[in-house]
């Protein structure tokens, strides 16, 4: 059976500043969904990471299906109204566009979707990451898909032998999507040539060369772009199927112990280490750091179990003890060098005013 797995993600706005959104908030989401969405999704599942929801929808409808988008469009609408009801902070903010046009792609919200012909038994893992960017699944990507030293399956099982087709997308061409396809392992130096830069190549998608089937489905918005200015980060979702001519669910999860720094953290303008954290956490230190949340389900006919939320385990207690050292090494140095992003991806516009002013005064000796 064909099958489509949509995540949609949206901020529309959470208690005590960009932290988390509220029971009320996620209740009034899951109703509708639950009312509007019968005879359009198999099932759904209502997740949040940070101030972020995330709504995964199973249908056979096919990706950027009209009907799907706007249901998770107009279900960010009515969580939106909760929002101001209740005076929650940032209320409808990555509902960027005010009328509904055909699919959520440039509106805001993020969005990451697998078509797939559904095998016997479907394993597969929804992340959700906040105060970060798309680019930061580029090394865990990288990792668990083309670096035996990550993934023993490459060198071991014949059905991932063959290696992964990585599409990457610059998302600094805005004009139209600038794609290019790589294969791991033959391409291997360009695929990292590009993917060390997380603020301008992100992948896209990644196909299994032996089955063709695709793996890997994330999010590549760039909120700034559409808006024009700061709106908040680009807070990215992915989908990841795992097991047989895929990676295991152990090999996708391992890169995530590095805690590798990416952009976003406070005002989405500095680098903090990635922390993975169970469903039950958020942000809190310097409005980070910057997280990501794991779900692994399995679908039947379309039909979710319940999920698994993986990094909630005791191995990650360190992991996380870890994380918290390499974030409070960093904030030692405040703005200066590397704590703080480069002049161009700083999203908030009141430096350019500054530096303005300040070029005026300096004199040529
Ligand atoms: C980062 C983030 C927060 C806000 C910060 C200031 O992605 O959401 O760090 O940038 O809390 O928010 P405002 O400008 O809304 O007061
Ligand atoms: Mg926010
Ligand atoms: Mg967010």
């Known amino acids: ?15 005590g500043g960009h932290i988390t959104p509220s029971e009320s908030l996620l209740s009034r989401v899951e109703s509708y969904v639950q009312n509007e969405g019968s005879g359009l999704l198999i099932d759904y599942h209502i997740a949040h990471t940070g101030d972020d929801i995330a709504l995964l929808m199973t249908h056979t409808k096919g990706e950027n299906n009209e009907g799907v988008h706007q249901l998770a469009w107009d279900a960010f609408q009515e969580g939106t109204k909760t929002a101001k009801e209740q005076g929650l902070y940032g209320a409808g903010q990555d509902l960027l ?49 083309a670096d035996p030293m990550n993934t023993p399956g490459l060198i071991l099982s014949p059905n991932l032998g063959k290696g ?4 990457i997308l610059d998302i600094e061409h805005t ?18 040539a590009l993917l060390r830069d997380n603020g301008r190549f992100v992948v896209q998608s990644i196909y299994s060369v032996n089955s063709g089937e695709q793996a890997v489905a994330c999010s590549t918005t760039r909120l700034n772009k559409i808006a024009g200015k700061y ?49 039950r956490d958020t942000v809190s230190f310097f409005d980070g750091p910057p997280i990501v949340s794991a779900l692994a389900f399995s679908v039947k006919e379309g039909k979710l179990t319940e999920p ?48 303005e002013k300040l070029d005026d005064e300096f004199r040529i000796e």
């Not at 797939?116 to 990288?142: H, I, Q, W």
């Not at 992964?164 to 599409?167: A, D």
Request: hydrophobic share 40%; charged share 25%; with cysteine.
């Open 1 to 15: 059976m064909d099958i489509t797995l949509s995540v949609l993600k949206a901020d529309i706005g959470s208690i």
């Open 97 to 145: 566009k005010d009328a509904f046009s055909g699919n959520v792609k440039g509106m805001g919200p993020a969005v990451a979707e697998i078509e797939c012909e559904e095998r016997p038994s479907e394993p597969f893992v929804l992340f959700m990451a906040d105060k970060t960017e798309p680019g930061a699944y580029n090394l865990p990507l990288y990792l668990t898909f």
């Open 175 to 192: 004009e139209a999507d600038r794609v290019i396809e790589l294969k791991a392992p033959e391409d291997l130096y360009d695929i990292a």
């Open 231 to 279: 709106v908040g980060k680009d807070d990215p979702v992915a989908l990841v199927r795992t097991q047989k001519n895929f990676p295991a669910t152990g090999e996708v999860l391992a890169p995530y112990r590095i805690g590798h720094y990416v952009a976003g953290f406070m005002r989405g303008s500095h680098n903090g280490p990635l922390m993975p954290i169970s469903q």
């Open 308 to 355: 698994v939320d993986v990094f909630d385990n005791t191995f990650w207690d360190e992991v996380r003890t870890k994380v918290s050292r390499k974030a409070q090494e960093m904030r030692e140095q405040g703005f200066s060098g590397p704590a703080m992003l480069n002049y161009s991806e700083l999203e908030y516009g009141g430096i350019t005013e500054r530096m």
């Open 164 to 167: 992964f087709k990585f599409e």
